[in-house]
Nanobody, 124 residues
Framework: QVRLVESGGGLVQAGDSLRLSCAASGRTASSYTMGWFRQAPGKEREFVAVQDRYGVHTNYADSVKGRFAISRDNAKNTVYLQMNSLKPSDTAVYFC?????????????????WGQGTQVTVSS
């Protein structure tokens, strides 16, 4: 089982950028398909981005396509989410998650390991 710890959240203004980090331990992140999800108050957890274990293929939610980018540094056992042109609608708790599957899943149930989340708040 891999343990995941997110960091990098904070309070920013609309149009700003943030980079979230997800540090993996226990097993290497390169063994997993890695995803980012987010959950706003009163809403269900939703898919944001996913990357295969080789760091080659990615997929994004339509709402963040062109603004967010997922990447990984296997030497540091860390996955990142670069978020640009942030909007108030991006306000949520962001979670890093790992899936042992090979598919670029966007489904919460397919991810078996989760971090504790990091809060991102975007003011208008």
């Amino acid at each position: 089982q891999v343990r995941l710890v997110e960091s990098g959240g904070g309070l920013v203004q609309a149009g700003d950028s943030l980079r979230l980090s997800c540090a993996a331990s226990g097993r290497t992140a390169s063994s997993y398909t890695m995803g980012w999800f987010r959950q706003a108050p009163g809403k269900e957890r939703e898919f944001v981005a996913v990357q295969d274990r080789y760091g080659v293929h990615t997929n994004y939610a339509d709402s963040v396509k062109g603004r967010f980018a997922i990447s990984r540094d296997n030497a540091k056992n860390t996955v990142y989410l670069q978020m640009n042109s942030l909007k108030p609608s991006d306000t949520a708790v962001y979670f890093c998650a790992a899936s042992a599957g090979l598919a670029l899943s966007m489904r919460v149930p397919d991810f078996t390991s989760w971090g504790q989340g990091t809060q991102v708040t975007v003011s208008s």
